[in-house]
T-cell receptor, first 115, second 113 residues
Framework: GAVVSQHPSRVICKSGTSVKIECRSLDFQATTMFWYRQFPKQSLMLMATSNEGSKATYEQGVEKDKFLINHASLTLSTLTVTSAHPEDSSFYIC???????????FGDGTRLSIL | SQKIEQNSEALNIQEGKTATLTCNYTNYSPAYLQWYRQDPGRGPVFLLLIRENEKEKRKERLKVTFDTTLKQSLFHITASQPADSATYLCALDNAGNNRKLIWGLGTSLAVNP
């Protein structure tokens, strides 16, 4: 149980393109979803916390107009990197959790490369 | 300042031995602490959660201890196998702060056959 599917797994695109990443909880209702960014040999860096039906809460230094998050249902959240530039290249990972003090269940990440 | 630290050096052990990984924290009062495994290019996988009122938790070959006085958690893998080679992350809750976790950098474990 507790499977999270993240799609696509890899994106390579030109500078200026907007990229949408989907995160789905397949067998449970995710009241909260998290979006992380991870650089090589670095820890997970939380970008934003998303609760179903409400606006995402962004961490300090993360531009909300650059990284658009939509959590329209209890099983789906999307992250859109708008007008992506080479410095946005990174490994983006989502996680989902249910009610209470439940662990986070992660997708397999999206490797984004902006040329 | 608030910090969470894991063994900074990679850990190399022989197959069959017990691996012990350390997670120390300062200036937090977590209600629980979690351990995850991460393989290269993949998302982390949840392993164990231990609450502040629990001293020890076990799951198959895994054992976690939590000492809130020392502000430390130890993660043990007994009878280690090459397939246990991965990066292990500890994470603790920032109590009352929207359920988000504070993450350590992880410890890389290599189990040699």
């Amino acid at each position: 149980g507790a499977v999270v599917s993240q799609h696509p797994s890899r994106v390579i695109c030109k500078s200026g393109t907007s990229v949408k990443i989907e995160c789905r909880s397949l067998d449970f209702q995710a009241t909260t979803m998290f979006w992380y960014r991870q650089f090589p040999k670095q820890s997970l860096m939380l970008m934003a916390t998303s609760n179903e039906g409400s606006k995402a809460t962004y961490e300090q230094g993360v531009e909300k107009d650059k990284f658009l998050i939509n959590h329209a249902s209890l099983t789906l959240s999307t992250l859109t990197v708008t007008s992506a530039h080479p410095e946005d290249s990174s490994f983006y990972i989502c996680s989902a959790t249910g009610d209470g003090n439940q662990p986070q269940h992660f997708g397999d990440g999206t490797r984004l490369s902006i040329l | 300042s608030q910090k969470i630290e894991q063994n900074s050096e990679a850990l190399n052990i022989q197959e069959g031995k017990t691996a012990t990984l350390t997670c120390n924290y300062t200036n937090y009062s977590p209600a629980y602490l979690q351990w995850y495994r991460q393989d290269p290019g993949r998302g982390p996988v949840f392993l164990l959660l231990i609450r502040e009122n629990e001293k020890e938790k076990r799951k198959e070959r895994l054992k976690v201890t939590f000492d809130t006085t020392l502000k430390q958690s130890l993660f043990h893998i007994t009878a280690s196998q090459p397939a246990d080679s991965a990066t292990y992350l500890c994470a603790l809750d920032n109590a009352g702060n929207n359920r988000k976790l504070i993450w350590g950098l992880g410890t890389s474990l290599a189990v040699n056959p």
